[in-house]
């Protein structure tokens, strides 16, 4: 009966850990801007040090509802042009 029990917290213990929300990590952000197609272009974005990466709880603030980004000048990619101007739509990592 201990050895089932102890099993079981193990078990549990791991699979609590293995579903735990880390931000430890660190991601890539970018404001996803749709253009007139309908297609989603991808403008990176830096951290407040001038980083490529968001970690902790500036990736968990990046990540966030609130969180907005200000581009001082049109950005080109590809074909596309993103105006300068503060976006909310930010993804982090990959989708």
């Known amino acids: 009966m201990k050895k ?3 099993g079981m917290f193990v078990l549990s213990l791991a699979l609590l850990s293995a579903c735990t929300d880390s931000h430890d990590e660190c ?12 297609d989603e272009v991808e403008v990176e974005i830096m951290n407040a ?13 990046a990540e966030g509802a609130d969180f907005t980004y200000t581009l001082d000048a049109d950005v080109v990619v ?5 105006p300068a101007g503060t976006y909310s ?6 989708h």
């Open 49 to 61: 040090a001038g980083g490529d990466e968001f970690c902790g709880s500036e990736l968990e603030e």
């Open 78 to 82: 590809g074909n596309d042009t993103v």
């Open 89 to 94: 739509e930010i993804h982090c990592g990959h």
């Open 27 to 38: 991601e890539h952000c970018h404001i996803a801007y749709v253009n007139a197609a309908g």
């Open 4 to 6: 089932t029990t102890l």
